[in-house]
Nanobody, 125 residues
Framework: QVQLVESGGGLVQAGGSLRLSCAAS????????MGWFRQAPGKEREFVAA??????????YYTDSVKGRFTISRDNAKNTMYLQMNSLRPEDTAVYYC????????????????WGQGTQVTVSS
């Protein structure tokens, strides 16, 4: 079982940057595919980025709206995943969640087994 804790959210002006962290418990973090999702008020949770594990660890995936601006990464030695967010826009405002799943990466939230509590990101115009 994996417990996930996000941090790094906050208030930033448009064009600014934030780095989110997702700290995981357990000794098998390196075996889990990881993902970031977000949910804006009144909207459904949506996929942001995902990163594979083991043989898939070199593969990352992004939703089109964040490509070139966000970078997902992981440090298995620290049991931590990151989301570097640059050139932030007001439409990036949402609660950001990290998630973990056994197996291959996925863009589907219902395929992730473990979730963090979320961290708020607010981008002002």
């Amino acid at each position: 079982q994996v417990q996930l804790v996000e941090s790094g959210g906050g208030l930033v002006q448009a064009g600014g940057s934030l780095r989110l962290s997702c700290a995981a418990s357990g000794r098998t973090f390196n075996t889990y595919a990881m993902g970031w999702f977000r949910q804006a008020p009144g909207k459904e949770r949506e996929f942001v980025a995902a990163l594979g594990a083991m043989v898939e660890s070199q593969y990352s995936y992004y939703t089109d709206s964040v490509k070139g601006r966000f970078t997902i990464s992981r440090d298995n030695a620290k049991n931590t995943m990151y989301l570097q967010m640059n050139s932030l826009r007001p439409e990036d405002t949402a609660v950001y969640y990290c998630a973990a799943r056994s197996g291959l990466t996925s863009r589907k939230s219902n395929e992730y087994n473990y979730w963090g509590q979320g961290t708020q990101v607010t981008v002002s115009s």
